[in-house]
């Protein structure tokens, strides 16, 4: 990615922990640990500036993060090639799914349940 500016919408690293609800200092360990990956954009004084494509990346991780996977493994589905845009379903986004998928089924068969 370029790291300058553009006609982006661009957002501050406080208005992005606002906005997906992730604390500044996670923000920050992401984009070292996962590096290359999130590659803000830089003010001249150094602040970082975080665009649209940033946010589905971050929305991404902090999926993958839920889900169990650690750091390492979310690292390693980067560097396999996988990102937001990535058109085809892979294994690990099925797996995300499925455990979402297994808790609604879990939850409304327990609400069901208590009902009679």
Known sequence: MDNTFSDLKQY?????????NIPKPTLRFWEKEI???????RTPGGQRRYTDNHIAILK????LRDSGRSISEIKEYFENGHSS???????????I??????????????RFLKKK
């Open 85 to 95: 845009d990535d058109p085809e379903k892979n294994e690990i986004d099925i797996d």
């Open 60 to 63: 991404q991780i902090k999926d």
């Open 35 to 41: 590096s290359g990956v999130i590659d803000p954009l």
């Open 12 to 20: 501050t690293i406080n208005q992005l922990s606002e906005k997906l």
């Open 97 to 110: 799914l499925s455990e979402k998928i297994a808790e609604i089924v879990k939850t409304e068969i327990s």
